[in-house]
C-alpha cells in the first residue's frame, strides 16, 4: 500500500479512536459539547495551556526519538527510564560537585547527561551482540537498578540539607534551562534540533541506509556486507544519549532538581510514541505532541469534571489499540470472492 494510503488509514484508526474515547467521556459525564472545548479550543489556543503542552512534549519527543531509533536496529530498548535516570544523576553531579564554570555549566550537564544515557545502554547492547542475552530483559531489570539507586541517592548523600525532604538541593538559576518564549523554549529548542538530527541520521546519512537493511532482514543484511553489529551498537548509543538528555531536560527544566519520581510513565510513552509513528523521527516528535496535549486536557478533565487520570490512561489505550488494528488492513487487502 502506498504511504498516502498508509497515512489515510492511520488517521482513520485515530478517529475511530477518539470517537471511542470521546463516548466513554460521554457516558463518565463530561459533557458532549465540551470535549471538543476541552481538548482543541482550551488546550492548543489558550496560551498557558499550550506552554504547558509544549513543556510535557519536550522529553516526549526525546523518548519518542530514543525508542524509534533503537527500535529501527530491532533492539527493544525498554530501558529508556533507567537511562533518564541516570541522565538525570550525572546532570545533577555537575551541579552538586560544582564542575566547571557557571558560564559553561549547563551545557556540561547536558554533555554528561547524554553521556550517563549512553553507558546505562551499553551494556545491555554488548550482552545481545556478544552473548546473546534477551535485550528485553536486560533493558528492563536495568531501570529497577537505576531507579532503586536515585532512591539511595535522595535519602543519602544528595538529600536537600534545608528542607530533609528525598530530592536534591534545588539547581542554581545559571543551571536549569533558561525561559524564552515562555518557560518551554529553550527544551522545546533542544528537543527540535534532536528531531531534526535523527531525521537526518535516519534518512539522510549511510548508517541510516544501513540501518533500513538490518530493520528489514539482520540476516540478510549481514550477509550481503552490512556491518550489522555496528549499526546497532551505534543505533543503541543514540538511543541511550537521547533518552539521557531527556532526564535532564526534566531535572533542569521542569523540576529545577532531581526527584524520585521524574521519571515515572516516560518509558511507556517513549514506546508508544515510536510505536504509533512507525519509528519515523518526525512522526514521532508530533505524536508526541499530541500525547502532551492529551495529557494536559486530561488533567483540566480532572479538575473540572473529576475524571481520574487513569481514564486518561484508557483513553491512549483505546487509541493503541485502533493503531494497531489497522495495520491489519495497511498489511492486507479484502477481497471479495465471488461464487463459483
Known amino acids: 500500500m502506498a504511504w498516502p494510503a498508509q497515512v489515510l488509514v492511520l488517521l482513520l484508526a485515530v478517529l475511530v479512536g477518539m ?39 519536550s ?24 537511562q533518564m535516570v541516570w541522565g538525570a544523576i550525572g546532570a545533577t553531579a555537575i551541579s552538586i560537585f560544582e564542575i566547571g564554570p557557571p558560564a559553561l555549566r549547563l551545557p556540561l550537564m547536558l554533555c554528561v547527561a547524554a553521556v ?52 536534591s538541593p534545588q539547581f542554581r538559576s545559571f543551571e536549569r534551562l533558561p525561559e524564552f518564549l515562555g518557560a518551554s523554549g529553550a527544551a522545546v529548542s533542544l528537543a527540535l534540533v534532536a528531531m531534526l538530527l535523527a531525521w537526518w541520521l535516519v534518512n539522510l546519512s549511510r548508517a541510516g541506509l544501513y540501518l533500513r537493511f538490518v530493520d528489514a532482514n539482520p540476516g540478510v543484511a549481514h550477509a550481503t556486507g552490512v556491518p550489522t553489529d555496528r549499526m546497532v551498537l551505534l543505533a543503541v548509543l543514540v538511543s541511550g544519549g537521547l533518552a539521557g538528555v531527556a532526564g535532564f531536560l526534566v531535572a533542569a527544566g521542569q523540576e ?38 492529551l495529557f494536559v486536557a486530561g488533567r483540566s478533565l480532572q479538575v473540572f469534571y473529576q475524571i481520574p487520570f487513569s481514564m486518561v490512561q484508557l483513553i491512549q489505550a483505546i487509541i493503541v489499540i485502533c493503531v494497531a488494528s489497522s495495520d491489519f488492513f495497511i498489511r492486507y487487502r479484502l477481497r471479495r470472492v465471488l461464487p463459483g
Open 19 to 57: 470517537a471511542l474515547s470521546g463516548a466513554i467521556l460521554v457516558a463518565a459525564g463530561v459533557p458532549a459539547g465540551e470535549l471538543f472545548q476541552e481538548f482543541v479550543i482550551a488546550t492548543v489556543f489558550d496560551t498557558q495551556s499550550l506552554q504547558a503542552v509544549l513543556f510535557q512534549a
Open 59 to 82: 522529553p516526549m519527543i526525546m523518548v519518542g526519538l530514543a525508542a524509534a531509533i533503537a527500535f529501527r536496529a530491532r533492539f527493544w530498548n525498554l530501558g529508556l527510564e533507567g
Open 116 to 167: 550517563c544515557g549512553l553507558l546505562w545502554a551499553l551494556g545491555p547492547v554488548l550482552l545481545k551482540l556478544r552473548l546473546g542475552v534477551n535485550e528485553i530483559i536486560a533493558t528492563l531489570m536495568l531501570n529497577y537498578i537505576a531507579g532503586n539507586f536515585l532512591l539511595h541517592l535522595l535519602y543519602g548523600a544528595w538529600k536537600d540539607p534545608q528542607s530533609a525532604f528525598p530530592h
Open 256 to 293: 529545577g532538581r532531581l526527584t524520585q519520581a521524574f521519571h515515572h510513565g516516560y518509558g511507556f510513552s517513549g514506546i508508544l510514541i515510536a510505536f504509533l509513528a512507525r519509528n519515523h523521527p518526525i512522526a514521532a516528535s508530533i505524536v508526541a505532541l499530541l500525547i502532551a496535549t
